[in-house]
């Protein structure tokens, strides 16, 4: 089994305010991975150490194969990664974004041109190439930040909020832009407010004032906590919480 992500007693502490206590798990190449929690429960803390953006305070992690400590350069070369706040430019054309991601990402002006004709077809906005990112939907806009996000082919992509006010009919569209990457192999770590959303990943980890409280397959969760919904999970180790922003 090829696991992506290992992290083992992974800590970040802020003088006295330790806002990630010693998570351990890891990810599955090609899984889509759940990373839940209320606010201030550590989850960005944790995604940046994971991202290369912050160093560790103690344990020890890998992503993609490199050392959190030692290697943050290697690692951001080989993730994607996509907000609800920020992913793309929006004075920039829809055309002008991804060429400007692609070469960010390293790749060559032939990739670049190749990639770009082959996404316009796929999100069916060949006919909006030319406008400004400002100007479109906030659906489309959403759809084309992840397809840029995983436009270099990552070995794991970074989705934090990607859907927040988003319609219902959208959301299920970007998820299946989600199972398709994950069908490539690539792995899909993502946080949600949603908990519809959690029950479309494979598994789910919950944390709670800077720990894990939970990790398994959405089914064996419900089993666990004898509920019938995400929504029902959630609140019941949710509702435990010391802490929040």
């Known amino acids: ?132 990112v400002a100007s479109l939907p906030l659906g489309w806009k959403q759809k084309l930040s992840f397809s840029v996000a995983v436009l270099h082919q990552p070995k794991i992509v970074f989705l934090d909020e990607p859907t927040g006010g988003v319609d219902p009919v959208t959301r299920r569209q970007f998820w299946d832009l989600i199972y398709e990457a994950s069908a490539k192999g690539i792995t899909i770590f993502v946080t949600t407010h949603y908990m519809d959303e959690a029950e479309y990943c494979n598994r789910i980890s919950i944390m709670v004032d800077g720990k894990i409280e939970a990790l398994d397959t959405p089914a064996n969760l419900k089993s666990q906590f004898k509920a019938s919904s995400m929504d029902q999970v959630f609140y019941h180790l949710a509702r435990g919480a010391k802490r929040s922003d």
């Open 1 to 132: 089994m090829e696991y992506v992500i290992k992290t083992d007693r992974l800590t970040k502490r802020f003088g006295d305010f330790t806002a990630t206590n010693e998570i351990t798990f890891e990810v599955e190449k090609g899984e889509i991975f759940g990373f839940l929690g209320a606010n201030g429960a550590g989850k960005t803390t944790a995604m940046r150490m994971l991202c290369g953006l912050s160093i560790p305070s103690s344990g020890t992690a890998t992503v993609a194969g490199f050392d959190v400590y030692k290697q943050t350069e290697e690692i951001k070369r080989n993730i994607g990664y996509m907000s609800q706040r920020f992913s793309l430019y929006e004075d920039l054309t829809v055309q002008e974004n991804i060429r400007f991601f692609g070469g960010i990402y390293g790749l060559s002006n032939r990739e670049i041109k190749t990639k770009s004709e082959d996404l316009l077809e796929q999100l069916e906005l060949k006919n909006e190439a030319k406008k400004l």
